[in-house]
């Protein structure tokens, strides 16, 4: 297993997402003779993980059943442990997009934080690019490491102990990409301009207030970066469900005869009453949804 | 080569993709230019376009003078739009045009020429000058293709050729289907192949990607617009879905004269690059000369004629020879049923093709479905749900909005998309043989009571 390569089977040291229902998963990772508890019960690692497939149920020992699934960044970032605030699939589908990764980009990031957008760029530029991530909180960076070992990726990464806005990412002339999401980027942007290769690139800055947005933009534009374009991503989920809605009853028509006719095919009697009723196949929102996460900023520095 | 050119002003790019030829016109957002000029020069340089047509290199780092504006009010309360303010007739500034006056020159003209401008203010006149630069300077850049640029001109200028595709619903799909190097991937698209391009300029080069196409040959044309090198060629596969049952249940027959009746049908969009890699070699071979002399010009014409015909049907024999290799291959590929992924975007119903096509992924990978319109992807999770083999089903769609940031002036940008199509997405487990039921109904919904406080918490947290 790895985060940037799929594998059948799962082995010892593997990093595995547990499923156990309707939005409830968790990571595990694979120990010989280890035991992990949950709801359903204990799921021995060696009898019920090592060597199985991935996708896989695997019965726990009160007789419930889960699912083994192979990790991906996407369940990482729904399931990893949180040192900070995270950034969300939505927005790091479009940093993605938007910053032209793909296998070979060489990418600067700060602040690594919890790693969440780190292991989607690592998946996206594997096996040839390179991420140079920094970030200036001692633990936070040797956890990051850490992760990136335990994940197999640390060869495509770099971490950086060090405040970006002052020393830069470590490298210069060598970044098709630079992703800011820290307190004050316009602080980091000539830094972030020293990164890119001649020929240029694409920057991202993700904040979460306006202001930062407005002092970010300013520096780009001083700093002769073109393209400069902010926007704001959701998702809106719609949860799928049957709806049962009642017919009214406006009596009998002329002639007395009550009119049974009904020309839908999903017409039914509800069980209890004698009003007939229909029902839908529909899809509704949510009570709340995630209404803000951040402003994205994007914008290109030409070649020179 | 191919490439695209943009018309930018300041936050405005507009996009289109061009082959270039030389000395041909190409049009573009009203503006008549040959692109002889910009070949040999790198990419991302910006050009003006002269009276004549042609591109003349900028240099990087040239700003322009600044216009000069001579003051400004405070705000609108004195101005009124009566239509006459500007001095200067249509004619007046047809005849500048003619006599070679560069855009910012005329702009110049233009605010030298209105007696309301100095009482804009500043913002006001800062708009003015920018709606002016749009229309009288002509500055076009010309970028390099990659899946960002591609999908925002597909959605900007022919959102009917792709769905409705928006460029950050395709962001989703290529990130939650996990699209990376190396992998196997089935994708089954009507999106004149932007969605493959953009697959595959995820993959690399490394890895396979099988692109199922309905009816006579896959559509290519959005991808070759990527221009990708020509070794990611070797990855990409193509399998025709009406082979697909028969590969299913074992019955694959890969004969010559299956393919016949087949190439006789090809969709109207194919390119003759797409379909046979060999087809390039083709055009440019010639024919070998003929070594005998025929004193009688008749016979001479018979034996040529006679050759032609023999040449044509070798020809025709290698290149069904050539697809049935590619046909093996492709099925090869497939009948392992062990794709790393599946990507669906059409305008064929969502749910038949789902179905079909998931038996050719691996279990616990993710498959993503886009479709311009929510019920027949409300059909998918039902069907989904009650077959079983897959979790995680999530149908969502993606909300963007675009800000314009200036000083005192940041706001949202007033036109809006409305709408850029949904989404289905999942992961694969190993089918159950029976559908679940009792108490673990791990793959039923919860019901409309059962929503707690903690559930809702859990939406507004994740929105992965």
């Known amino acids: ?304 | 080569g191919i490439e695209t050119g943009t018309r930018s002003t300041q936050m405005i790019c507009i996009t289109v993709k061009c082959n270039i030829l030389y000395r041909t016109k190409m049009i573009f957002e009203k503006q008549w230019m040959f692109m002889d000029n910009s070949v040999g020069e790198l990419y991302g340089s910006t050009f003006e376009v002269d009276s004549g047509g042609k591109l003349i290199l900028r240099k990087p780092n040239n700003t322009e003078d600044p216009t000069d504006t001579k003051g400004a009010g405070l705000d609108n309360r004195h101005i009124v739009d009566d239509g006459k303010s500007q001095k200067l007739t249509r004619d007046d500034i047809e005849s500048l045009k003619e006599q070679g006056l560069k855009g910012q020159e005329i702009i110049q003209q233009l605010i030298d020429n209105s007696t309301t401008f100095r009482d804009k203010t500043e913002f006001a006149q800062e708009k003015y000058i920018k709606k002016k630069k749009k229309k009288y300077e002509s500055n076009v850049t010309v970028l390099k293709p990659t899946s960002r640029i591609l999908a925002m001109m597909y959605h900007g200028r022919e959102p009917g050729k792709v769905c409705h595709l928006r460029y950050d619903t395709l962001a989703q799909m290529l990130t939650i289907g996990n699209i990376h190097a190396g992998s196997k991937v089935v994708v089954f698209e009507t999106c004149a192949g932007l969605v493959l391009g953009s697959v595959m300029e995820r993959m690399g080069g490394h890895g396979s990607v099988i692109q199922l196409y309905p009816g006579g040959g896959p559509v290519r044309a959005g991808m070759e617009s990527f221009g990708f090198p020509s070794h990611f060629h070797n990855t990409l596969h193509e399998f025709p879905l009406c082979k697909v049952n028969a590969l299913l249940s074992g019955t694959l027959n890969v004969s010559e004269k299956d393919l016949d009746s087949q190439s006789n049908g090809r969709s109207d969009e194919q390119g003759s690059s797409s379909q046979v890699s060999t087809d390039r070699g083709d055009e440019s071979s010639s024919e070998p000369q003929s070594m005998e002399v025929s004193t009688d010009p008749a016979e001479a014409k018979k034996k040529e004629d006679s050759e032609k015909l023999r040449e044509q049907k070798v020809k025709k024999r290698v290149r069904m020879e050539e697809k049935r290799k590619r046909l093996a291959a492709a099925a090869a590929l497939l009948e392992g049923q062990n794709a790393d992924g599946l990507v669906i975007a059409s305008r064929f119903h969502p749910c038949p093709v789902l179905l079909g096509l998931l038996k050719f992924v691996a279990p616990s990978r993710p498959f993503v479905v886009y479709c311009q319109y929510r019920e027949p992807l409300i059909e998918c999770y039902t069907k989904l749900r009650e077959q079983g083999g897959a979790v995680s089903l999530r149908l969502t769609d993606s909300w963007l909005r675009h800000y314009q940031v200036l000083p005192n002036r940041t706001h949202p940008v007033l036109l809006m998309s409305g709408g850029g199509g949904y989404l289905l997405s999942g992961i694969t487990v190993t089918a159950d043989a029976a559908a679940t039921s009792g108490s673990q109904q791990k793959s039923g919904e919860p019901a409309a009571k059962r929503i707690k406080l903690d559930e809702i918490k859990s939406t507004s947290d994740s929105s992965a």
């Open chain 1, 1 to 304: 297993m790895s985060f940037v390569e799929y594998s059948e089977f799962i082995q010892e040291g593997d990093v595995v997402i547990i499923f156990l229902g309707h939005d409830s998963m968790m990571p595990i990772k694979v120990e010989a003779g280890a035991q992990t508890q949950t709801r359903y019960g204990a799921i021995r690692h060696s009898s019920d993980l090592i060597g199985r497939r991935f996708g896989s149920k695997v019965t726990c020992s009160k007789g419930g059943w889960v699912y083994v699934l192979h990790p991906t960044p996407e369940l990482w970032t729904v399931n990893l442990p949180h040192r900070t605030q995270i950034l969300y699939t939505t927005d790091i589908a479009n940093i993605t997009l938007m910053l032209d990764l793909k296998p070979g980009s060489i990418v600067c990031e700060s602040g690594t934080g919890s790693g969440s957008l780190s292991h989607a760029i690592l998946r996206t530029i594997a096996p040839s690019g390179h991420l140079h991530t920094v970030e200036f909180h001692a633990q936070r960076a040797e956890k990051a490491a850490q992760e990136f070992k335990e994940h197999k990726v640390a060869h495509l990464v770099t971490v950086r102990n060090q405040d970006v806005c002052k020393e830069g990412f470590g490298v210069v002339g060598v970044a098709d990409a630079v992703f800011l999401d820290i307190p004050s980027p316009w602080e980091a942007v000539t830094h972030a301009k020293k990164a890119f290769k001649r020929k240029g690139g694409r920057l991202c800055s993700f904040s979460p207030c306006i202001e930062q947005v407005q002092r970010t933009c300013e520096a780009l534009l001083e700093q002769g970066f073109e393209e400069i374009c902010t926007v704001e991503v959701l998702q809106r989920v719609h949860d799928v469900r049957s709806v049962t809605l009642h017919l009214p009853d406006f009596g009998p028509e002329d002639g007395g005869a009550e009119s049974a006719k009904m020309a839908s095919e999903e017409v039914l009697l509800a069980a209890n009453s004698s009003h007939p009723s229909v029902t839908c196949r529909t899809a509704t929102a949510p009570r709340e949804m995630a209404g803000h996460t951040g402003y994205l900023t994007f914008a290109t520095k030409p070649r020179g």
